[in-house]
């Protein structure tokens, strides 16, 4: 069958507006993303499940959400550091894929803003790999959420931001890290990035909101 659009891409963000036709997406393609075939975001994934060891070894961690999970590859890696590990995704088809092709983890089809299965799953860490810029719109009311009705939950976020001027999409939310940071509005056990040679950046950050945690870490 022919794809509706030449590029993955296009389905998410196309003339700099969120598109989010994510199911159509994995149907139209195998691994958009590359995420069966190739190690694109090897370095700040790696990052993410140091920061999930530390959080189960220091704090006591059992449970992780990955938000956003795709193929189930990324779940697949946290549950076998031994963490409980459900992956949610918006794409009925992705979630089909990634519990045929990565067995440990549980898969669910669900988003951001499912707040009551949020509420019922109850994690010790979400995980935001890479998903940030396709859920802007939802962005400050799922803080809130967390803040209110899941305190005791820790997040652990990746994102890529890209070189001045080449960013069109989501400007009026952040650019760069301290822009990340500041918008979220947690305590910080460790943030950092990895620069790019476009001038671009692989952010990370793992946050609590209770400040007296920080000194568990």
Sequence with gaps: MTPKYPRYQDYVIRDGRLVGEFEDMYRDFDDPWHQVADETWATER??????????????????????GCGLGRYSARIAGTGLQTIGLDISSTAVERARREC??????VGRLSDYDLLRTLAPDVIVMAEITWYVLDQLDDFLTFLRTDLPACSLVHLLTTYAPGKQVYGRDYFTDLPGILQRFGMHYFEFGQISQPDGGAKT????????????EW
């Design 46 to 67: 790696a990052v993410g499940i140091c920061y999930l060891q530390r959080l189960q070894t220091r704090l006591g961690a059992r449970k992780v959400v990955e938000l």
């Design 204 to 215: 990370f950050f793992a946050g609590t909101w209770h400040a007296d945690k920080l000194a």
């Design 103 to 108: 067995p440990g983890p549980g898969f669910e």
